[in-house]
Nanobody, 125 residues
Framework: QLQLVESGGGLVQPGGSLRLSCAASGFTLDYYAIGWFRQAPGKEREGVSCVSVTGGRTNYADSVKGRFTISRDKTKNMVFLQMNSLKPEDAAVYYC??????????????????WGQGTQVTVSS
């Protein structure tokens, strides 16, 4: 069973930044496409960003383009989501998810099979 662990969430003021991390336990992320998703109370889970196995392909939801950056560090076996210029509407539980598929990057949660437990992001003054 693949285990993913998110970290880096917290409380930040509007306009602030956070960097979320997604770490793998017991396996290498080298062969997995990774997606970041978020879910706010009363809302459906939405895709935020994704990165392909090689990192050569990325995608972002329109609502975060220009503010969020996804990256992967194979030496650390981690994937990151740098979030800048945070807005109150970015507040949610953020999840990372994995799928073992090459040349793939998707914002559809149905495409991913392994999920972390989530990390809370709160944006408030």
């Amino acid at each position: 069973q693949l285990q993913l662990v998110e970290s880096g969430g917290g409380l930040v003021q509007p306009g602030g930044s956070l960097r979320l991390s997604c770490a793998a336990s017991g396996f290498t992320l080298d062969y997995y496409a990774i997606g970041w998703f978020r879910q706010a109370p009363g809302k459906e889970r939405e895709g935020v960003s994704c990165v392909s196995v090689t990192g050569g392909r990325t995608n972002y939801a329109d609502s975060v383009k220009g503010r969020f950056t996804i990256s992967r560090d194979k030496t650390k076996n981690m994937v990151f989501l740098q979030m800048n210029s945070l807005k109150p509407e970015d507040a949610a539980v953020y999840y990372c998810a994995a799928i073992k598929r090459s040349y793939f990057c998707s914002l559809d949660s149905a495409d991913f099979i392994s999920w972390g437990q989530g990390t809370q992001v709160t944006v408030s003054s």
